[in-house]
């Protein structure tokens, strides 16, 4: 293994998915200010996810039925008026 290749700051970080409210620990350098007692009663950093492993369509097989008519609607209402918008 090459030396002084490996980032000084890797450590022990939890992961959380808050959209599956699912947790894991694994060894990571990303960057954290907030931190979370694992199971073990060790304090580690926090860091947060919208989507991992536990909630992804590919590994759960489930898709994730996503409302765009309604997220279209609430965009036009909100950018509508604007005076740079194309009229029909």
Partial sequence: MK??????????????????????????????KETIVWEDGKEYPLVKLEISSFSHPFFTGKMKFVDTAGRIDKFNKKFGNNPFAKKK
């Avoid at 490996?6 to 409210?21: G, L, T």
Wanted: proline share 7%; net charge neutral.
């Fill in 3 to 32: 030396k002084d290749i490996h980032p000084e700051e890797y450590r022990m970080v939890v992961f959380k998915d808050f959209s599956v409210d699912k947790s894991f620990l694994t060894r990571s350098c990303a960057p954290s």
